[in-house]
C-alpha cells in the first residue's frame, strides 16, 4: 500500500532563510511524485512532480525537490523564502498506470519578516 | 483559459438535509476525481471517473454518499442525510487522458460544507 509521511506540520522560517519541507513515501511500485501548494480557500496548485527521468526536479515559484530512491524521500526545497510562501504544502504520490493520488498530512509554512 | 469550477463555493446544511456539489472539469479532461478534505489533513480520495463510467467509488465513506456524471463533463456529488462529520471541503480534480501530462490533476476551489 501506498502512504506518504510529511514530517512537521508546520515549519517557521525567515524570509530569505532556506525552506526545507520533508516528505518520505511508500510505494511497491516506482512512484510519479508531487508537491501541491494549498492558498486560504484555494484549491491545490502543483509546484512539481516527478515521473521519470532527471531525479532533481524544478518548479514553480523557485522551488525545487529531488527524488531519493535509496531514501524514500521527496523532500521540497528553496533556497530563499519570501513572504508569499506561506501556505499550505502537500507531498503526493501516486503510481504508473494508477489513478489514485495519496496525499500526505501537510505542512503549514510560516514566513518570518 | 477555463480552469476547474465548483459550485455552491460555500455550503451550509443542517444535519439530516441532502446537498448536491457541483464540478465543472477542464473542457476535455477525461478523468475526474473527488477528494474529501477535513480541516488541517490532506484530501482523501473518494471517487474517480473516466469519462461517464466511475471506475472507483471505494472511498466513498457511506452509502449516503453518491457521485454521478452522466454526460461525461460536469459531475455531482450528492451526500444524503448530512451528518456534522461531513462536515469539510470537497475538491474535484480533472486530469487529461494522455500525454506528458496526464498524472498532474487540475484542482477546484473547493466546496467549503458545514453542517449545523
Known amino acids: 500500500a501506498q502512504s506518504v509521511t510529511q514530517l512537521g506540520s508546520h515549519v517557521s522560517v525567515s524570509e530569505g532563510a532556506l525552506v526545507l519541507l520533508r516528505c518520505n513515501y511508500s510505494?511497491?511500485?516506482?512512484?510519479?511524485l508531487f508537491w501541491y501548494v494549498q492558498y486560504p480557500n484555494q484549491g491545490l496548485q502543483l509546484l512539481l512532480k516527478y515521473t521519470t527521468g532527471a531525479t532533481l526536479v524544478k518548479g514553480i515559484n523557485g522551488f525545487e525537490a529531488e527524488f531519493k530512491k535509496s531514501e524514500t524521500s521527496f523532500h521540497l526545497t528553496k533556497p530563499s523564502a519570501h513572504m508569499s510562501d506561506a501556505a499550505e504544502y502537500f507531498c503526493a504520490v501516486s503510481y504508473t498506470g494508477g489513478f489514485k493520488t495519496i496525499f500526505g498530512a501537510g505542512t503549514r509554512l510560516f514566513v518570518k519578516a | 483559459g477555463a480552469g476547474v469550477s465548483q459550485s455552491p463555493r460555500y455550503k451550509v446544511a443542517k444535519r439530516g438535509q441532502d446537498v448536491a456539489l457541483r464540478c465543472d472539469p477542464i473542457?476535455?479532461?477525461?478523468?475526474l476525481f473527488w477528494y474529501q478534505q477535513a480541516l488541517g489533513q490532506g484530501p482523501e480520495f473518494l471517487t474517480y471517473?473516466?469519462?461517464?463510467?466511475?471506475?472507483?467509488k471505494s472511498g466513498l465513506p457511506s452509502d449516503r454518499f453518491f457521485a454521478e456524471r452522466p454526460e461525461g463533463s460536469v459531475s455531482t456529488l450528492k451526500i444524503q442525510r448530512t451528518q456534522q462529520e461531513d462536515s469539510a471541503v470537497y475538491l474535484c480534480?480533472?486530469?487529461?487522458?494522455?500525454?506528458?501530462?496526464?498524472?498532474?490533476?487540475?484542482f477546484g476551489p473547493g466546496t467549503r460544507l458545514t453542517v449545523t
Open positions: 510505494s511497491s511500485v516506482p512512484p510519479y
Open positions: 480534480a480533472s486530469r487529461p487522458a494522455m500525454g506528458r501530462d496526464s498524472y498532474e490533476q487540475y
Open positions: 471517473f473516466q469519462n461517464e463510467a466511475q471506475l472507483d
Open positions: 473542457s476535455g479532461h477525461v478523468s
